[in-house]
């Protein structure tokens, strides 16, 4: 392996389940790889545990501004959403939200989050009763995040099937780009007419919270852009968790009674799922801000890094028999499936009380739950996930 490769894309490339065997070999004798991408620039790859960390934990020295960096014109629409941001902005828009994802707040949605549950369950039954496949996918791990959303942000009822349409046209790439933007354009057009609505009568969902207490500081659009952030990271990140989720816990029949049968185990089942699954398979780029290295490697200022979530998340240095799903393991708190440092995902409490509530009522409504199909597996995804799972009982 050359000091400079093309850029090999397997950050992006998993093998079922597990990374391909590349990623694994790259972490082991390059702990930064340089990578040439189309025009001549060079990514550096960073795949270990502790280096991720380390360069997701330090806002000094690496940025997140990809609009800054790459210097977009006033006149164009920046990328949007704190991802992209860095202190004191990130700082100023997240305080905002934190308060509205603590556990606290969140308890708020748990019963609506279980009835949302059983009415797809009830569906998922009426369906199969036809004696066909049900897709696992289309009829419970899409529309359930898209929903809690709705919850969450305070979409009013009547309005929430047209927007869990939009939510799944935006990450449906079948259609080719030209559609998913467009599906895009329309969340952030909704959004913006919702939020202006709101403004003139506050409702109960975060959008109402934020307008009552911060409405003078934050106009339309930029409330809708984090609106639209937190349907961009918790839609098709929960989706692909509660498809992948399901699809180990039925190739795993005993791990599956567990779920279903021990109050609790879910806890532990749902935290080791989120590191083996790793569905966002690499971080936000980060920028260096000024001339820097890495293991001995030079970086210069500008130069883009690239954090392997699914490589950190995997490292043997990070315990034993990381390739297995081992539920209650000691560092279980310590993976990054949600990123880290100050980029960490701020609606993680949510994803997780969404599986801890869609795995056990799954598994208890259809204990005889098998894969009825084949099961086909994204591609070079930056989202890693399943594109259907057939399922009977």
Not at 107 to 117: G, K, S, T, Y
Not at 171 to 178: I, Q, S, V
Not at 309 to 335: C, I, K, Q, Y
């Amino acid at each position: 392996m050359s000091d400079t490769e093309e850029f090999p894309l397997v950050q992006f490339m998993r093998d079922g389940f597990d990374p391909v065997g590349e990623l694994g070999r790259i972490r082991t004798e390059h702990p930064v790889f340089p990578m040439e991408i189309p025009g001549g620039q060079t990514v550096y790859l960073v795949t270990r545990w502790e280096d991720v960390r380390g360069v997701l934990g330090d806002h000094e020295r690496f940025s997140n501004d990809f609009a800054g960096v790459i210097g977009l014109g006033s006149n164009q629409e920046d990328p949007g959403g704190l991802g992209f941001r860095d202190p004191p902005e990130h700082t100023r828009l997240r305080k905002y939200l934190t308060p509205e994802f603590t556990m606290r707040r969140l308890r708020r949605l748990e019963p609506r989050i279980e009835a949302m549950v059983e009415e797809y369950l009830d569906r998922i039954e009426a369906k199969g009763a036809e004696g066909m496949p049900v897709d696992l996918v289309e009829e419970f791990a899409l529309p359930i995040p898209s929903l809690v959303v709705c919850e969450l942000l305070g979409v009013p009822f009547e309005e929430r099937a047209d927007f869990v349409k939009i939510s799944k046209d935006r990450f449906d790439f079948t259609a080719g780009p030209e559609a998913s933007l467009q599906a895009i354009n329309d969340a952030m057009t909704y959004l913006t007419d919702l939020v202006a609505r709101e403004r003139q009568n506050p409702g109960d969902g975060l959008l109402g919270q934020l307008l009552r207490e911060h409405g003078d500081e934050l106009d339309d659009r930029t409330l809708a852009s984090m609106a639209d952030g937190l349907l961009t990271g918790g839609h098709d990140t929960s989706t692909s968790m509660l498809a992948l989720g399901s699809l180990w816990l039925m190739r795993n029949p005993e791990q599956a009674a567990k779920v279903r049968e021990v109050d609790g185990y879910v806890v532990d089942v749902v935290e080791e799922l989120l590191r083996y699954m790793t569905v966002v398979q690499v971080a936000f780029p980060r920028f260096a801000r000024d001339d820097l290295e890495l293991h001995g490697v030079p970086i210069k200022k500008g130069e883009m890094v690239l954090c392997s979530l699914t490589g950190a998340n995997r490292d043997p240095a990070l315990g034993e028999n990381m390739d297995e799903v081992l539920p209650g393991r000691a560092t279980a708190g310590s993976h990054m499936a949600f990123g880290h440092g100050i980029h960490r995902c701020i609606g993680a409490p949510l994803a997780q009380m969404e599986m801890r509530i869609a795995f056990p009522a799954l598994l208890r409504r259809f204990p005889g739950l098998h894969v009825a199909g084949e099961v086909p597996f994204r591609e070079l995804a930056i989202v890693y996930g399943v594109k259907e799972l057939p399922v009977a009982w």
